[in-house]
């Protein structure tokens, strides 16, 4: 099946350092989520967005739905060790219905 | 208010052998969903469930079967477990049908291995 694809497969950076992630597909989504998954738990939904161009924050986490609704971005301010784990990206699109299509993942690690 | 819960977390299986997982949401969400998770393959989708009584063929349902007796619970079977069925089980649970009802909430998963 489809999976989006996510940039960069991974990242090692120091902490307080911006990070910027994101998601791209051939197909046009209606709804762009974004999970966090710790090692050994589900992943946990960060940010949700519903209409192209929306960009909503939820603490230093700062996410914005593509205007073309084929991408969307995640950004990270000033990074901290607690960020360490792995960030899918998820859509919705019309032709699915209720099914999402998730990102391979981007794996975060922080150096102190 | 525990959200999604899983039971088992852990569990080793030898080949041939069978077993059920568990899901269970208090949230009162109409769809329930049952994914894998394989290093390098991202969140697969097994089966998924739209209602009470109701189940759906995800994209990798050979080899599982499902039930949806009660809304609050979703089980997962595999009846002749495959070593190929090593991975890690996730159930999620939305309240489905447009907007918000696309947010997906996750239990802590199952981690099966089988021999």
């Known amino acids: 099946g489809q999976q989006l694809n996510q940039s960069p497969q991974s990242m090692f950076i120091q902490e307080g350092e911006d990070v910027s992630m994101n998601c791209t597909s051939s197909?046009?989504?209606?709804?762009w989520l974004w999970y966090k998954q710790d090692p050994g738990e589900g992943p946990v939904l960060l940010i949700a967005?519903?209409?192209?161009?929306e960009l909503t924050s939820n603490g230093r986490l700062t996410a914005q739905f593509g205007i073309t609704r084929k991408d969307s971005f995640l950004n990270i301010s000033a990074s901290i060790p607690s960020d360490v784990g792995i960030y899918f990206c998820a859509g919705q699109k019309k032709s699915s219905g209720d099914k999402l299509t998730f990102g391979t993942g981007t794996r975060l690690a922080v150096r102190p | 208010n525990a959200g999604v819960t899983q039971t088992p977390k852990f569990r080793v299986l030898k080949t041939g052998q069978s077993m059920t997982l568990l899901c269970a949401q208090d949230m009162n969400h109409e769809y329930m969903y049952w994914y894998r998770q394989d290093p390098g393959m991202g969140l697969r989708l097994i089966h998924y469930s739209v209602g009470e009584g109701t189940t759906a063929k995800g994209e990798v349902p050979d080899g599982y079967n499902v039930s949806r007796l009660k809304k609050q619970n979703f089980l997962l079977g595999l009846e002749s477990a495959a070593p190929s069925q090593t991975s890690v089980y996730f159930c999620?649970?939305?309240?489905?049908?447009?907007?918000?009802?696309?947010?997906?909430?996750f239990g802590p998963g199952t981690r099966l291995t089988v021999t």
């Open positions: 197909s046009i989504f209606n709804t």
């Open positions: 999620a649970s939305s309240y489905g049908q447009g907007g918000r009802g696309y947010e997906q909430y």
């Open positions: 967005l519903y209409k192209a161009g």
